[in-house]
Nanobody, 121 residues
Framework: QLVESGGGLVQAGGSLRLSCATS????????AGWFRQAPGKEREFVAA????????YYADSVKGRFTISRDNAKNTVYLQMNSLKPEDTAVYYC????????????????WGQGTQVTVSS
């Protein structure tokens, strides 16, 4: 089970850090990703961290502003979001899958309940 936290209301230009913790499990051997869904839009990929190689991937819209990281000792994945924009407003979901060679933007098996991020202009 994945549990997100850290969402909230922030002004444009501000920062938030989202956390995703496992409940009764570990991220060992799992790829982890963040996705988001804005009202009236489809869920979209934001960032991912692969277990094999420790590579990171980002959507073009967040590249240079968001950073995904993981703390294996705490079984937690983070998404540091800086220079937030109103268009970043969405429900953010944490996801995980067993380490895979499939593109890191798709095919996740485990999902959190989501945390709301609202960026005011």
């Amino acid at each position: 089970q994945l549990v997100e936290s850290g969402g909230g209301l922030v002004q444009a230009g501000g920062s938030l850090r989202l956390s995703c913790a496992t409940s009764g499990g570990t991220f060992s051997s799992y790829d982890a990703g963040w996705f988001r869904q804005a009202p009236g839009k489809e869920r979209e990929f934001v960032a991912a961290f692969t277990w094999n190689g420790g590579n990171t991937y980002y959507a073009d819209s967040v590249k240079g502003r968001f950073t995904i990281s993981r703390d294996n000792a705490k079984n937690t994945v983070y998404l540091q979001m800086n220079s937030l924009k109103p268009e970043d407003t969405a429900v953010y979901y944490c996801a995980a899958r067993l380490s895979s060679i499939v593109a890191p933007t798709i095919r996740y098996d485990y999902w959190g309940q989501g945390t709301q991020v609202t960026v005011s202009s």
